[in-house]
Nanobody, 125 residues
Framework: QVQLVESGGGSVQAGGSLRLSCVVS???????MGWFRQAPGKEREAVAG????????YYGDSVKGRFTISQDSAKSTTYLQMNNLKPEDTAIYYC???????????????????WGQGTQVTVSS
């Protein structure tokens, strides 16, 4: 059984940084990893995605230039480095896994078949 466990969330002041981690356990052929977030009263938003085969990365417009997604395949871990955080980044952050043969766009939640439990990020002004 595949499990995703996020960590690294917390509270930080605007302009600060956090690094989220997502560890995948269980045998799986990972095609793509993604980070999503959901703020109270808002829809789930795609933050970043990374393809495990070639490391290509994609970002939502609101985080470009501030967030970086990366992976350590040996550790089955995906990271989200978040710099210059803003109050509007406050949300629960979820990592997601798309295994083969799942396809679709990195920003489409429906294209992922496993999700973590989420980790809270709170940015104060």
């Amino acid at each position: 059984q595949v499990q995703l466990v996020e960590s690294g969330g917390g509270s930080v002041q605007a302009g600060g940084s956090l690094r989220l981690s997502c560890v995948v356990s269980g045998y799986t052929r990972r095609r793509r990893m993604g980070w999503f977030r959901q703020a109270p009263g808002k829809e789930r938003e795609a933050v970043a995605g990374i393809y495990t085969s070639d490391g290509s990365t994609y970002y939502g417009d609101s985080v470009k230039g501030r967030f970086t997604i990366s992976q350590d395949s040996a550790k089955s871990t995906t990271y989200l480095q978040m710099n210059n955080l803003k109050p509007e980044d406050t949300a629960i952050y979820y990592c997601a896994l798309a295994t083969y043969p799942y396809s679709g766009s990195w920003y489409a939640a429906a294209s992922y078949n496993s999700w973590g439990q989420g980790t809270q990020v709170t940015v104060s002004s």
